[in-house]
Nanobody
Framework: QVQLVESGGGLVQAGGSLRLSCAAS????????MAWFRQVPGKEREFVAG?????????????YYADSVKGRFTISRDNDKNTMFLQMNNLKFCDTAGYFC??????????????????WGQGAQVTVSS
């Protein structure tokens, strides 16, 4: 098992930036592929960004993004600190949502479906004012 806790959410004006963190405990963090999803009440959980197990490769080799955030968000991880990050720049009103970090076996790297990820954090709210 792995436990995930998000932090760093908050209220920001459109055009601003926030960085979310996801701290992991339990089983070896480096074994898991990781991803960020977001959800607005009444809507399905939406893929945001994913990253492979290793932090050794360049970000261009081991991460993938939803088209809606590509070029604005950056996912990264520090396996020594058991932490994953989501740097969000040039935030838009439509980015307002609860953001969830997730973990799954290495085979799910590349997946955009929440059903493929077995571990979830409790979520962090991001609110962007227009």
């Amino acid at each position: 098992q792995v436990q995930l806790v998000e932090s760093g959410g908050g209220l920001v004006q459109a055009g601003g930036s926030l960085r979310l963190s996801c701290a992991a405990s339990g089983r070896s963090f480096s074994l898991f592929a990781m991803a960020w999803f977001r959800q607005v009440p009444g809507k399905e959980r939406e893929f945001v960004a994913g990253i492979s197990r290793s932090s050794l490769y360049s970000l261009s080799d081991n991460s993938y993004y939803a088209d809606s955030v590509k070029g604005r968000f950056t996912i990264s991880r520090d396996n020594d600190k058991n932490t994953m990050f989501l740097q969000m720049n040039n935030l838009k009103f439509c980015d307002t949502a609860g953001y969830f970090c997730s973990a799954g076996p290495r085979s799910v790297y590349g997946s955009r479906g929440p059903e493929d990820f077995s571990h979830w954090g409790q979520g962090a709210q991001v609110t962007v004012s227009s």
